[in-house]
């Protein structure tokens, strides 16, 4: 079982950045995929980026350039650097972490761009 718990969070300006962290309970966090997804106002739930247990880094085209996904595995913490932050960004910001098949969700962050 694995409890996660996301913070920072909060309202930005347009051009802002904020840095998510994520931590997460339990043992072998090393071994888990981690992942942030986010959802916006009537939108559906997307993936923004995923980090493997090996460091590999993928991102949604919307943030590519923009986010960085990292990984402390001695804090089991993820973070997700959010750098030019605009309106479309504005989301509550989910941690998601996946191993053999389970997959465990943190309860969100509010991000919130807005002048």
């Known amino acids: 079982q694995v409890q996660l718990v996301e913070s920072g969070g909060g309202l930005v300006q347009p051009g802002g950045s904020l840095r998510l962290s994520c931590t997460a309970s339990?043992?072998?966090?090393?071994?888990?995929?981690m992942e942030w997804y986010r959802q916006g106002p009537g939108k559906q739930r997307e993936l923004v980026a995923t980090i493997t247990s090996r460091g590999t880094t993928n991102y949604a085209n919307a943030v590519k350039g923009r986010f960085t996904i990292s990984r402390d595995n001695a804090n089991n913490t993820v973070y997700l650097q959010m750098n030019s932050l605009n309106p479309e960004d504005t989301a509550v910001y989910y941690c998601?972490?996946?191993?053999?098949?389970?997959?465990?969700w943190g309860q969100g962050t509010q991000v919130t761009v807005s002048s």
């Open positions: 339990g043992s072998f966090f090393s071994l888990y995929v």
């Open positions: 998601y972490a996946e191993r053999s098949g389970r997959g465990y």
